[in-house]
């Protein structure tokens, strides 16, 4: 696993962000990624605590690994989902807005951003002052804005909502740019309201076997449902 930073690190798998972070009594896997990684033994590289699972959602890229956990925290918003399109095992433990979750002297907040999906979630590191995991606050990648998880205006309201916040400077995302400063946040609102409004039409394409349409905003590109009312 690749150090970021003192006791977080994550793993590339298939285009996906695995992410551990450790405090002084527990450990915490943040998704796990969508080839089925051996993720126990990555951790063992790194550390011996206790390993407890969250997941930011339930789109099939960020549980392949969730067999080798007994459980999950997931917002509940998800579950539905998770145990049924994806046949989720284990047990969920829900998380809402705002819960915390400490590791021992780190305590990670739950931030609730829905929009890519209903439960979509991101973890804000208190000490660190980052966003860490999640799909939608990205640079330069693909965020995924089409089927029936997916609403645009629920996902301006939320980047909208979270950009008043003045508890964390960066953002670690699960796909695309390793490292994100807030600027993209606003970026990506103004990308998204564009278009939602038409003024962003983007290009016509097939992605499993659904036309779709590919919104190019700049700082990332929307996945986009043909058409937005």
């Known amino acids: 696993m690749k150090e970021l930073f003192e006791q977080t690190w ?8 695995i992410f551990l972070l450790t405090g002084k009594t527990r450990a915490l896997v943040i998704d796990t990624g969508i080839s089925g990684l051996d993720i126990r033994s990555m951790a063992a590289a790194v550390t011996d605590l206790p390993l407890e699972l969250l997941n930011t959602h339930a789109d099939r890229d960020h549980i392949a690994g969730n067999a080798q956990f007994s459980s999950c925290y997931m917002h509940p918003s998800e579950t539905a989902f998770y145990r049924n399109a994806q046949q989720g095992k284990g047990g969920v433990v829900p998380v809402f ?4 979750i400490d590791l021992g002297g780190r305590e ?6 829905p929009g890519h999906t209903p439960g979509s979630v991101t973890v804000l590191d208190r000490r660190n002052r980052c966003l860490i995991g999640g799909d939608p606050i990205q640079e330069d990648g693909e965020i995924y804005m089409f089927g ?23 953002i670690y995302p699960s796909h695309a740019k390793e490292k994100v400063g807030r600027s993209a ?10 278009i939602l ?3 962003i039409v983007g ?3 097939e992605r499993y076997g659904k036309m779709i349409r590919v919104c190019d905003a700049g700082v990332s590109r929307f996945l986009c449902e043909e058409t937005y009312e």
């Not at 990670?108 to 951003?113: F, N, P, Q, S, Y």
């Open 10 to 17: 994550s793993q590339m798998d298939g285009g996906v962000r």
């Open 97 to 100: 807005e705002g819960d915390v």
């Open 108 to 113: 990670l907040e739950i931030v609730h951003l």
């Open 148 to 170: 029936p998880q997916r609403e645009m205006a629920a996902y301006i309201a939320s980047l909208k909502r979270v950009s008043r916040r003045t508890d964390f400077d960066l």
């Open 185 to 194: 946040i606003a970026a990506l609102i103004d990308g998204a309201g564009r």
């Open 197 to 199: 409004s038409g003024e």
């Open 203 to 205: 290009k016509r394409t």
